[in-house]
């Protein structure tokens, strides 16, 4: 089993900036990849930034350029520094980790931004 447990979403105006933050605990010990999804009241559940496997990045095409995906593996904490911020970037943010072929989701954190 894996848990993931977000904190850092909030209430922001447009341009300003968040951090989220994403604890692992649990059998982590072959996190297959680790990251950031998002989903809004008006679209379905998008990725934002992830490390894959093999420890490149990805990002959705919305957020690059704004959003900076990071890591502490001393810590088995997953970061994502939010700039720019926009009022369509509001959305329920999930954490994510696929581990030995599982799926694991956080409980989301609210993010949103006031224009």
């Known amino acids: 089993q894996v848990q993931l447990v977000e904190t850092g979403g909030g209430l922001v105006q447009a341009g300003g900036s968040l951090r989220l933050s994403c604890a692992a605990s649990?059998?982590?010990?072959?996190?297959?990849?680790m990251g950031w999804y998002r989903q809004s009241l008006t679209k379905s559940r998008e990725l934002v930034a992830a490390?894959?496997?093999?420890?490149?990045?990805n990002y959705g095409d919305s957020v690059k350029g704004r959003f900076i995906i990071s890591r502490d593996n001393a810590k088995n904490t997953v970061y994502l520094q939010m700039n720019s911020l926009k009022p369509e970037d509001t959305a329920v943010y999930y954490c994510?980790?696929?581990?030995?072929?599982?799926?694991?989701w956080g409980q989301g954190t609210q993010v949103t931004v006031s224009s």
């Open positions: 490390f894959t496997s093999g420890g490149s990045t």
């Open positions: 994510h980790a696929v581990v030995l072929l599982y799926d694991y």
């Open positions: 649990g059998s982590i010990f072959s996190v297959a990849s």
